[in-house]
């Protein structure tokens, strides 16, 4: 394997790739991303009872996404216990309700991040005053965040100030609708992903590359149960495009668990007002994603978990989607369907290695 690979597998993807889509029997990891490359058909009439979210956000401007905005499921807001959809007015009590809410996204999808804005608004309108946790920011950032905070009221000059410009995240201002609401309701912001360094040092060492103590802080050295530590192996294997080296694999796993143990703690620490995450779909998943940790930092406290997932031509109803996250049903408690943003196959890259 080239030191360029090796490079490029020391820690969960900045673009991570949670579910892998199979389509005519040929696997190809996606963010719930069609592997086709064909033109996208027109999206048959809307499902009977549906009851629209508003969309586009805020029913002002188009949706950003250019790919079957038509679709039957775009707009929609899904309630997957009750398996119904329901209005975004019937989302804001249980907001109101959790004192932890995660909104998991598809990083490069703009429309995520302004769902996620008009969300978290909703959430700071009610009075509350969260912590609004990044998956972008790292937790050893929290002094430059600080700093920025303590004396500066322009979200648009924090990307700047805080070198997101030098990461591979998506360009600041397709996060800045999200920063534009914590600064305007003076929400504190917090690093809540665990350094690069001790990332890549898990992914290649696994519990030998941190010190002890370390990984008894993040819970690393008590294992998943078999099922979630199971799905959450094959995502990676899928994610990669069957180009991850199997010997990589639990160890990248332990990485992955580190962040979501991470953005946990990062969560609890909130006081009365709660805290609202920023992450991949994959973070916001109940069944092993950050939810699970938080289940061991703040026992019984309410959690909502509510994810923004593209679209798939061929696929009507809100149920089928559950096939990409490898569940019976959808892992979450809401999730609010989108126009994709792209149709282009996520393992060329690797098939040109």
Request: charge should be neutral; aromatic fraction near 8%.
């Amino acid at each position: 394997m080239s030191e360029e690979m090796m490079g490029s597998l020391d820690a969960t993807p900045r673009f991570p790739l949670p579910r892998a889509r199979r389509l005519a029997g040929a696997a190809c990891a996606a963010t719930l991303l069609a592997c086709s490359a064909s033109p996208p058909a027109r999206a048959p009439a809307a499902p009977s009872g549906a009851a629209p979210a508003e969309a586009p956000p805020g029913g002002a401007e188009p949706w950003r996404s250019a790919l079957d905005r038509e679709h039957a499921l775009v707009g929609k807001l899904w309630d997957v216990k009750a398996g119904a959809f329901v209005d975004i007015a019937a989302l804001s009590p249980r907001l109101a309700a959790a004192r932890f809410v995660l909104l998991g996204e598809r990083h490069d999808n703009p429309d995520h991040h302004r769902l996620q804005a008009r969300v978290l608004e909703q959430v700071a309108a009610g009075g509350r005053r969260p912590r609004v946790v990044f998956e972008m920011l790292e937790a050893q950032q929290q002094p430059a965040i600080a700093g920025y905070t303590a004396t500066r009221r322009d979200p648009a000059g924090f990307g700047a100030w805080i070198g997101w410009e030098r990461t591979s995240w998506p360009p600041y201002p397709e996060y800045l609708p999200i920063f534009d609401v914590a600064f305007r309701f003076g929400l504190p912001i917090v690093g809540g992903n665990v350094a690069q360094e001790e990332a890549r040092a898990l992914a290649r060492q696994g519990l030998q590359g941190i010190p002890p103590e370390r990984a008894a802080a993040l819970r690393l050295e008590q294992p998943l149960p078999a099922a979630e530590q199971a799905s959450l192996e094959q995502e990676l294997r899928d994610s990669h495009c069957g180009h991850l080296p199997e010997r990589l694999i639990p160890t990248m796993a332990l990485a992955q668990r580190a962040r979501d143990a991470q953005l946990a703690q990062a969560m609890a620490r909130a006081e009365a007002g709660g805290a609202v995450l920023i992450a991949g779909a994959g973070h916001a998943r109940r069944d092993r994603g950050v939810p699970y940790w938080l289940s061991l930092e703040a026992p019984g406290a309410e959690v909502l978990s509510l994810a923004f997932v593209q679209v798939q031509r061929g696929a009507q109803e809100p149920t089928e989607y559950a096939a990409h996250f490898s569940t019976a049903t959808l892992p979450f408690d809401f999730v609010w369907f989108t126009p994709r943003v792209s149709d282009g196959d996520p393992c060329a890259a690797f098939r040109a290695r």
